[in-house]
């Protein structure tokens, strides 16, 4: 294995398809054990990311490494010592599970003195004791997505990357499994998340928040929260739609955005809540309560996309 500081340094890392970018200048690193997060909506740019990291696609331009080997020179090489698994993950639904381990253990060159062991192992660290002998095909997809990171890690790679690995499973699934990813990082191994839930975001030690193919933040989730500016009021009212528009043309309002029921208004200070409350009643609208609150990594995300919005929307003026 190569020498390396960090299991996975980026520079400008660049991918273009035709005349669209998928991938703009790219830059970031994630050291040994850590959890690091890819959060952005789909068409951002993380599942490109991760294809180029893995040695799948070759950047257009720019550099990085995964495990000390270059993704442009040793492609083979990084897939032999990495993990990979996505929602879309392959299982063998006419196998049993512990046969789909045998079968990946093989796959990834788990030595054949130490692979029934290893897949005893396996079965316990992910909880599929007592699943072990069922047919795939039968298991829910909880358990399915169980087995798929079982497979995905037979080989102990020191480098796992998830991409939407939990989507479409219930959010009880989804703690349990990022209890998985909690003790393999703990055991020193580093791992790469891409998710559009933003409530798993808060599990990573770093947030890369991608937009349109750009890292439009990174930091941790408390540092991103701590640096939204101003204040973030919750609003519930009789008409969640309607407040957010009158919201959003209150002097000092920099943001409004639903909440599910509720309206969250990012403004400059708390001298900005008098106006809004005159707005509302203005347009007869109806509140029953205002608080200041913690803001999530949902509002920092939309803050930062309004703030690229408004920016692109400058510079095209200026172009003019």
């Known amino acids: 294995m190569n020498a390396y500081i960090n299991t996975v340094q980026t520079n400008d890392l660049t991918r273009t398809f035709g005349d669209f970018t998928a991938v703009n200048k790219v830059n970031f690193y994630i050291p040994k054990g850590e959890i690091f997060g890819l959060l952005g909506p789909n068409g951002a740019g993380k599942t490109t990311t991760i294809r180029m990291l893995c040695g799948i696609i070759a950047p257009t331009s720019g550099e990085a490494s995964v495990l000390g080997f270059n993704i442009k020179k040793d492609a083979s090489d990084i897939k032999k010592n990495i993990g990979y698994m996505s929602q879309r993950f392959s299982l063998y639904d006419d196998l049993t599970a512990t046969e789909n381990l045998s079968f990946y253990s093989s796959i990834y060159g788990v030595h054949n003195g130490d692979r029934k062991k290893r897949i005893q192992n396996l079965i316990d660290q992910s909880g599929l004791r007592g699943y072990e002998n069922e047919l795939t095909r039968s298991l829910s997809g909880a358990w399915r997505q169980r087995l798929a990171l079982a497979c995905a890690i037979a080989h102990k790679p020191p480098m796992l990357f998830l991409d939407e690995a939990t989507a479409g499973v219930d959010p009880v699934s989804r703690r349990e499994f990022w ?22 975001a808060e599990y990573c030690n770093t947030i890369g928040m991608m937009y349109e193919g750009e890292l439009v933040a990174l930091a941790s989730p408390d540092t991103l929260k701590d640096g939204l500016p101003g204040i973030l009021l919750q609003v519930s009212t009789s008409d969640p739609l309607a407040a957010e528009s009158v919201a959003e043309k209150v002097a000092g309002v920099t943001d409004a955005a639903l909440h599910g029921v509720r309206l969250h208004v990012a403004m400059r200070n708390e001298n900005v809540i008098p106006a809004l409350k005159a707005a509302f009643q203005q347009a007869q609208i109806q509140f029953s309560d205002m608080e200041i609150i913690q803001p999530s990594l949902e509002d920092v995300f939309i803050s930062m996309v309004e703030e690229r919005l408004q920016k692109n929307g400058s510079q095209k003026k200026g172009e003019r």
């Open 179 to 200: 209890d998985l990813i909690y003790e393999m990082a703990g055991e020193g191994t580093s791992i790469l998340a891409t998710t559009h839930y933003m409530d798993e």
